[in-house]
């Protein structure tokens, strides 16, 4: 009776799963996020000292990379510690040798599509580290770090990463990051009109925005497209990956221009991109209704904290774990004519094209700012933790589900370094992330590093074209920027 007691006492002990550690890690769901590193020489690192690094730096960051999820008497999932046997974690990709950088770009690429179906076992922490140590056309070498999202959102693990790494200028300096300004709707001014206005503005919205929520998870779905398919089990098949790279100074001169946040312009950038390869893949698409959800972080941040002071009690502002929410939020019609940059019929062509991209752009801004004054994204949590208390985990997990798979598209983004890292003496010259699991069709992620963003598209393999796609979307940020710049 005594060793029952004692082993309730020691499952209690243990910190639950986030809740959407808990929807992300279900018969649903099951996501995973892929960094990859592309290293600037041949990788060579000895085995002893890599395991010595995983053992000093990624292992002692944080527990949840020794622990597994398990399920206690109570239904509930918790963290359970492990022991940790890194040779189960360290993966190193075999490809055959003496071959072109671009096979093995190609090589690189199948490689990618392969792990991302994979799922984590369930005895085991969740998370493994991958070498590929062949030239492709972009780097000497690649890591890929893939982690259950059940350990944490993007700003946790990026954090997390960080800690592994050097300042390649100066080691004994801490890495810095691009400046951040939170814009925030109560700081306007005009008196108590327009207070009011605001107000009665926010509540419309909060409205408008909880019935989207709730018609796109349990009535309407967005229409069938080149970009949504609207089948099942996407999330569990294997994604193909293309990516571009964005000068940061580029974007804040667009920016600075027509008065938008940084995440206006590179969001509106996707989605014009986005309807322009519907429209070449299918014309008429289009106009199709069509879906974003956009991810939120909801800490109040200006740069990362370090993860000993995320796991302190009193780091309200930037705690470890799922702190996001997020938005759907609809495309804009396309209205650029009969062309979307292919052809060439004269200069009236190609203003009339600029002058509706950024019409468009605007149109995305305009959209994003109602979003933004509503508090429904806080609302919507509460009520799928409700949804959860009195149906269940699972059914929580499939509400999330059907929430995400009734869409087209998401669209999430990070801040990474403003200098060059290293890792064990390697210098990272590329970083980017990709989602794995995701039940839609396209994913887009963006990061920032040494002056640019990083724009990384992870598609359906088979389905969408994501080369045929980026060149939308570069051909989409070269009409906005020679149109404002």
């Known amino acids: 009776m005594v060793g029952m007691e004692e082993e309730e006492e020691e499952e209690q002990r243990r910190p639950p799963v986030s809740p959407f550690g808990v929807y992300f890690n279900s018969s649903s769901i099951s996501l995973a996020v892929l960094a990859v590193l592309e290293i600037e ?63 093995y770009e190609e090589r690189f690429s199948g490689y990618l599509s392969e792990i991302s179906a994979e799922l984590f076992l369930g005895n085991r922490p969740l998370w493994e580290i991958h070498f590929v140590k062949y030239p492709t056309t972009n780097a000497a070498g690649n890591v890929v770090f893939k982690i259950h999202h059940a350990i944490g959102d993007g700003y946790s693990l990026m954090a997390a990463l960080l800690s592994c790494f050097k300042r390649s200028d100066d080691p004994s300096l801490p890495l810095t990051f691009p400046d951040i300004r939170i814009r925030r709707s109560g700081d306007a001014g005009g008196g108590k009109k327009a207070a009011v206005a605001r107000a009665l503005a926010s509540a419309f919205n909060t409205v408008s925005d909880l019935w989207t929520s709730f018609s796109k998870t349990k009535l309407l779905a967005d229409d069938l497209s080149p970009v949504r398919s609207g089948e099942t089990g996407v999330g569990f098949r294997p994604i193909s990956a293309a990516t571009m790279a964005f000068s940061l100074d580029q974007i804040k001169q667009i920016k600075s221009k027509l008065g938008m946040t940084v995440n206006d312009v590179v969001t509106g950038t ?47 502002e930037s705690p470890w774990g799922n702190h996001f929410a997020f938005l759907h939020v609809g495309l804009p019609k396309l209205m650029l004519g009969g062309a979307t940059g292919n052809d060439d019929n004269g200069g009236r062509q190609e203003s009339t094209m600029a002058r509706r991209s950024l019409e468009f752009l605007k149109a995305t801004q305009k959209v994003i700012q109602k979003k933004r004054s509503s508090v429904a994204v806080h609302l919507n949590g509460g009520l799928i933790q409700l949804y959860r208390k009195l149906r269940g985990s699972e059914a929580a997990s499939s509400y999330v589900y059907w929430a995400v798979k009734n869409t087209s598209m998401a669209i999430t983004n990070m801040i990474g370094p403003t200098e060059k890292m290293t890792l064990a003496d390697h210098h990272v ?40 796609l980026k060149s939308c979307i570069q051909r989409a940020f070269d009409l906005i920027l020679n149109s404002t710049c």
């Not at 990379?65 to 360290?90: A, M």
């Not at 199709?288 to 780091?315: G, P, Q, W």
């Not at 963006?446 to 994501?466: A, C, L, W």
């Open 41 to 103: 020489e041949p990788i060579n690192i000895p085995h002893s000292r890599l395991v010595f690094l995983l053992d000093t730096l990624l292992l002692r960051v944080h527990p949840r990379f020794s622990s597994v999820i398990v399920t206690g008497k109570d239904g509930e999932q918790r963290w359970k510690r492990v022991e940790v046997n890194l040779k189960d974690h360290i993966k190193t990709a075999v490809f055959p040798e003496n071959r072109s950088p671009e096979y």
């Open 429 to 468: 010259k590329g970083l980017y992330f990709l989602l794995a699991g995701n039940p839609q069709n396209l994913t887009v992620t963006m990061v920032s590093y040494m002056g640019q963003m990083r724009v990384s598209i992870g598609t359906e393999k088979g389905f969408i074209d994501p080369n045929k």
């Open 270 to 316: 996707v989605f014009l991109g986005t309807r322009m390869y519907m429209k070449e893949m299918e014309p008429g698409s289009e106009d199709a209704e069509t879906t974003s959800i956009v991810v939120l972080n909801t800490r109040m941040l200006r740069s990362y904290n370090s993860v000993h002071d995320m796991m302190m009690s009193k780091a309200t």
